[in-house]
């Protein structure tokens, strides 16, 4: 396109760009619009250029970025060295200057959930429509940028997208209709606050904006960023940014200068390509979606690079181009892919004219009087990113409709993968607790063999809210003949994240009832979590489950019992219980030694240790094994890995030594002689069974 046809089509633009913002005046000079209150985001969960389900069962989103003209944030000016050759660099920050790009925004992500379930029992299903997501997302049009003002802190520019063509496929489906609302909210004009080097300070859309586009184009201004060195007349410099991921290193490279000609192929400018490479994202605290539950550890590995053309001239960028990619790994298995294609070509710059600019700087306090403020990235709350990952799992799923999956899983009679179906069990639990009435029904008379039975009750106790105990504790109390059903429902009920008073109620009455003494066994051992549990929240709850079962200890009774109350007592992890466990370790009854030995395993106390390397000369075969398991939870110090290795090479007990050598084993980086213990017994252990165990440990470490 010549210069002349340029500013021709700029001008079209401008005068055609007022129509969109009319009702945006109109309520803004009438005041008619509430503020909407600012509130942390979270992606959605099945696009590519949000990624949000990733970040749901552990967080993270997009690949690799790219940068849009004046998006920057705050360099680290620095860490490059001086280059007499390169010009200064700064953005030239005129309120009513307007610039025109041809936009390419192109994203395409894999993500599959499945290889979280690998190591689960049932096994993850081959196929799965909500573990696995393919999303393809393009956007083409002409993305206007104006200055409406600026000052020497910070400016605002209002951005446009003009003739806009945008394809959204998920899972192989068009989504035209979410296609078209995103061209339409980014016609609507969208506030960018930054300081002067171009950092995004905050982001301001119309308040009608769905939260698909908002997503979208948090996105592109995120795959957009590109930062300027702070004081100019350096060749490389590195920064710390941010994108709807999260916070990120980059570093930035001059690569030279060249002097290409417009498109009218008169007046060359003299531009500087420049080259920005996304290093790594921070890594930040996780935290767990759900009470009780250990966090997934998720990293998200950005590779590719940007290279754009800085014209000093005019202080824009003139072009901007290239391809990144992510991968996404959740407990050190890789779960996601995406690659996020960008292009910026300026087609045409002009100054807007003061009537112009004074209606656009009506429209620009509009939205930010009227929308939320936002971040390129905002961190959501752990129940934030928990209600998205039912939400995905659930899907379009009733009540209604999973009970009509488990009734077909049933008939079947076969025994298919069922980590779907318990899966939105699980969300329907989570998101509607309504339900877990009709479910408690149908747990009390589910064979305890059978499917229902199974996916009912992970579903019921994974979430543990107070409708769900409520479900179990109904089961529970419906079957109690059933041995077992109630000896899985139990420990279920149990292990929920905040115990109700009724839960302990049914615990505390199975634990002392006259009810089967294996009901009773794992009651006690369930009362004892149940305390650990509560240790937290309810801490005069714990501290009573722990004291009674004490007072329990101090009453003659069969042996047996008294075993499974040492056993409570290990999974109290109270520190009150310490002493009356050290006093069991002296019982002259080497089970209740034993047990004692096994329920010191978990107590935070110094001298733990020193009764755990006790006991692995005790007389009896059965402490010195419950000594030497205690060990393996234990940190290994100098003193127990000598008593592990004297134990090791004198023990009479191949399930003893099999023991310890293991726990040998995994010291090996913080005490060289464990390979040399292990290549001992591999060669001359008289146990086969050692043998083989060393030798495979020796194999495995190759």
Excluded at 70 to 85: E, M, N
Excluded at 377 to 398: A, V
Aim: proline share 5%; with cysteine.
């Amino acid at each position: 396109m010549i210069a002349s046809e340029s500013a021709a089509r700029l001008g079209n633009v401008s005068r055609k760009s007022m129509a969109p913002f009319r009702d945006c005046l109109d309520a803004s000079r009438s005041r008619a619009i509430r503020r909407i209150p600012h509130t942390a985001r979270f992606r959605h969960p099945l696009l590519a250029f949000s990624l949000v389900a990733i970040a749901a069962i552990a967080g993270a989103r997009q690949g690799p970025s790219q940068s849009t003209p004046g998006t920057a944030a705050a360099a680290s000016p620095a860490a490059g060295s001086q280059h007499s050759g390169v010009p200064g660099l700064a953005y030239k920050l005129v309120a009513g200057k307007t610039a025109v790009y041809q936009l390419h925004y192109e994203s395409n992500a894999h993500a599959d959930f499945r290889v979280l379930f690998q190591n689960q029992k049932p096994q993850a299903p081959a196929q799965s429509s909500s573990l696995v997501y393919t999303v393809s997302a393009e956007l083409n049009g002409q993305w206007v940028e104006t200055i409406v003002d600026a000052d020497t802190s910070r400016f605002r520019t209002l951005y446009v997208l003009r003739n806009g063509k945008a394809r959204l496929m998920v899972n192989d489906r068009d989504q035209a209709a979410q296609a078209e609302t995103i061209v339409a909210n980014l016609a609507r004009g969208i506030v960018v606050e930054r300081s002067p080097d171009g950092k995004a300070l905050a982001v301001y859309m119309n308040p009608a904006t769905d939260k698909v586009s908002s997503d979208f184009a948090l996105s592109l201004f995120g795959e957009t960023e590109f930062l300027l060195p702070a004081g100019g007349g350096t060749s490389t410099w590195q920064s710390h940014e941010e994108d709807p991921t999260g916070a990120y290193s980059a570093r930035y490279q001059i690569l030279g200068s060249a002097s290409p000609a417009d498109r009218s192929g008169q007046n060359p400018a003299r531009t500087v390509a420049i080259r920005k490479t996304r290093l790594q994202y921070l890594l930040e605290p996780s935290e767990s979606s759900l009470p009780g539950q250990t966090p997934m550890r998720k990293q998200a590995i950005p590779s590719g690079s940007l290279e754009a053309h800085f014209d000093p001239e005019s202080g824009d960028l003139t072009s901007l181009s290239g391809t990144g990619t992510q991968d996404t790994i959740i407990e050190e298995k890789k779960v996601a892919h995406s690659v996020t294609t960008v292009g910026l070509s300026r087609i045409a710059e002009k100054a807007a004219a003061q009537e112009e600019l004074t209606e656009l700087r009506h429209v620009a306090g509009f939205l930010e009087d009227a929308g939320s403020r936002l971040s390129l990235y905002t961190k959501p709350s752990p129940q934030e990113m928990q209600q998205s990952i039912q939400r995905t799992q659930l899907g379009e799923e009733t009540l209604e409709s999973l009970l009509q999956q488990l009734d077909a899983v049933e008939a079947s009679k076969t025994s298919s993968d069922q980590t779907e179906l318990y899966l939105k069990f699980k969300a329907l639990v989570y998101l509607h607790p309504e339900s877990c009435g009709r479910l408690g029904g149908l747990l009390a008379n589910a064979s305890a063999q059978g499917p229902t039975f199974a996916i009912l009750t992970r579903a019921l106790g994974s979430i543990g809210n107070a409708q769900a105990q409520a479900a179990l504790v109904a089961a529970i109390n419906a079957r109690p003949g059933d041995l077992v059903a109630v000896s899985n429902l139990i420990p279920t009920l149990a292990e929920t994240p905040d115990p109700s008073v009724a839960a302990e109620a049914v615990i505390r009455q199975l634990s002392t009832g006259p009810a089967d003494d294996s009901i009773s066994a794992t009651a006690l051992l369930a009362l004892g979590s149940m305390a650990h549990g509560l240790a937290k929240k309810s801490p005069a709850r714990s501290s009573k489950i722990v004291h009674d079962l004490l007072r329990q200890t101090t009453v003659n009774q069969p042996e047996g019992h008294t075993h499974d109350l040492i056993e409570a007592l290990g999974n109290t992890q109270s520190a009150v219980a310490i002493a009356a466990l050290t006093a069991f370790t002296k019982n002259p009854a080497p089970q209740l030694r034993a047990a004692a030995l096994d329920a010191l395993r978990f107590m935070r106390s110094p001298g733990v240790d020193g009764l755990l390397l006790k006991g692995l000369g005790d007389a009896d075969g059965t402490p010195r094994l419950e000594a030497a398991y205690a060990l393996s939870y234990r940190k290994m110090t100098a003193e127990s890995f000598a008593a592990q290795k004297k134990a090791l090479l004198a023990d009479d007990n191949e399930k003893t030594r099999a023991v310890l050598l293991s726990n040998i084993w995994k010291s090996q980086q913080q005490f060289p002689e464990a390979r040399v213990l292990v290549k001992s017994s591999a060669d001359h252990d008289p146990s086969e069974y050692v043998s083989k165990l060393a030798k495979g440990m020796l194999l495995e470490g190759q």
